[in-house]
């Protein structure tokens, strides 16, 4: 850092950085020492803290919204703040073209998506849509059609509007609003020309243009069903870059924390070097061939919080190739892999989460301060290779334990909860505790006097 130019202040009350001697910080070049920050340095940091928190804790709505404004074109961390929305019980809802502004907009307790981050809808077509509302809201697909013209607003930008949701308010049906579009804009065009010519139809004779009756006369084509939710979701996703009105995986969020309490977004961060745990979908699949002529693959994954690369190498493609399709949801075990300034997940194995189960086990507040309650649980649940525990074949029912390894065996796919009297919250015990066989281990938890039961992740 250099100076450029210099004014006196005169005398003033400054605080330096506590040093013991006497100190110049600005060297004869010109150039400042790379030590010079003072105190007021820390103040002024300190201070913007607590702005920014008292904002986000008295105008969290608000507040939000100008977060993701601010980082607006930066995708992951729009995702990574729209998840943080949702877990403040803020929800990030579809653009209107009533509402919506540029940028984020709240409204009440919800943030809206800005038009500007629509895809095929530039500056021009969102300055023309603040401009017209002005004049009043829109009331259907034909209202502002009329209002802007194809030079404002061409077919492209208005097929952006609808599919992701901005014209949810005026029709809900997406499909019925893009069947219409076409004759619709053609309608418009016809009916401006004869505006221009002098033609108008008798609602513009007695100066009623604005009303809706003018746009009931406005052609439709016969009634269809709407789009599924999937594609909805898939469509908002190719043009906003994000899920929105909902997320593949919002149904299994809670359960996700305690199934896989690793976000993707969290994973460059992490210093975990154990075999991790994600519920994510799958976005893209790019196979490849190595030298050896051996199948391998590079899958882009993402969960609620953000995405993240991930590898799965020839022996483990062999095993799970069957599972990678496109939106694929599941639930994925890997170890985090950090190589030439990038981070990776390097799959050692998935499984679909409507097939994934869990184990959940009811203790008392006592139990769960009681040491040999635990203990007695550990060896209902075979943690220790030196236990007999057999099922009816006669072989171990948990499979190979990892106690007191580093790493657990993924062969075992079943976590085990835990529900303590009078916590809100559930308890995830550790990897080594999961077990292969839902069944056996309720089955051995009754035995030992332990409540249990077992549940699907997906219901």
């Not at 800005?114 to 009331?139: C, D, H, M, V, Y």
């Not at 998935?350 to 959940?360: D, G, L, T």
Request: glycine residues 6%; aromatic residues 8%; negative net charge.
């Amino acid at each position: 850092m250099k100076i450029i130019s210099r004014q006196s202040l005169g005398i003033q009350c400054v605080f330096d950085i506590g040093l013991e001697h006497d100190h110049n910080f600005l060297l004869d070049n010109g150039y400042i020492a790379s030590n010079c920050f003072n105190k007021s340095h820390s103040v002024a940091y300190g201070y913007v803290t607590y702005q920014t928190a008292y904002l986000k804790a008295n105008y969290p709505v608000e507040y939000m919204a100008a977060i993701l404004s601010s980082v607006s074109g930066d995708q992951d961390k729009v995702q990574r703040y729209i998840a943080n929305c949702r877990s403040m019980g803020i929800p990030v809802v579809p653009p209107d073209v009533n509402s919506s502004g540029e940028d984020f907009t709240p409204r009440g307790h919800q943030i809206l998506f800005g038009l500007a981050a629509i895809k095929n809808l530039g500056a021009g077509p969102i300055a023309s849509i603040l401009q017209a509302r002005q004049e009043g809201a829109f009331t259907s697909l034909a209202d502002l059609c009329s209002r802007l013209d194809s030079r404002s607003l061409n077919k492209k930008a208005l097929e952006a509007l609808i599919q992701t949701g901005a014209l949810d308010l005026l029709e809900p049906n997406r499909h019925q609003l893009m069947n219409d579009l076409e004759i619709t804009m053609e309608w418009a065009s016809r009916r401006a020309k004869e505006l221009a010519s002098g033609q108008g139809n008798i609602f513009d004779f007695f100066g009623e243009s604005s009303n809706t009756k003018t746009f009931d006369t406005a052609p439709t084509t016969s009634r269809v069903q709407d789009y599924s939710s999937q594609d909805k979701l898939r469509l908002e996703k190719e043009l906003l870059g994000f899920y929105i009105s909902d997320h593949p995986l919002s149904v299994v969020s809670r359960s996700a924390k305690l199934m896989a309490p690793i976000n993707l977004c969290d994973i460059p961060e992490s210093s975990e070097t154990k075999i991790v745990t994600a519920i994510a979908l799958i976005l893209e699949i790019k196979e490849v061939v190595t030298k050896k002529g051996d199948r391998m693959a590079i899958l882009q994954l993402e969960d609620l919080t953000g995405s993240t690369e991930a590898v799965v190498f020839p022996k483990t493609f062999d095993k799970v190739k069957h599972l990678m399709e496109k939106d694929k949801r599941l639930m994925v075990w890997g170890k985090i892999d950090r190589r030439d300034e990038q981070t990776q997940l390097i799959i050692d194995d998935m499984q679909p989460i409507e097939s994934v189960r869990m184990v959940r086990v009811e203790l008392t507040r006592e139990q769960a301060r009681d040491r040999q309650v635990l203990e007695q649980l550990k060896k209902a649940l075979n943690p220790n290779p030196s236990y007999s525990g057999s099922n009816s074949n006669g072989n171990s029912s948990y499979g190979k334990s990892n106690y007191g390894r580093n790493e657990p065996d993924t062969s075992n796919k079943i976590p085990v909860i835990a529900s303590i009297e009078y916590m809100p919250k559930l308890v995830r015990l550790g990897n080594q505790f999961w077990v292969q066989d839902e069944e056996t281990a309720v089955k051995d938890l009754l035995q030992a006097g332990f409540k249990a039961t077992y549940d699907a992740l997906v219901t």
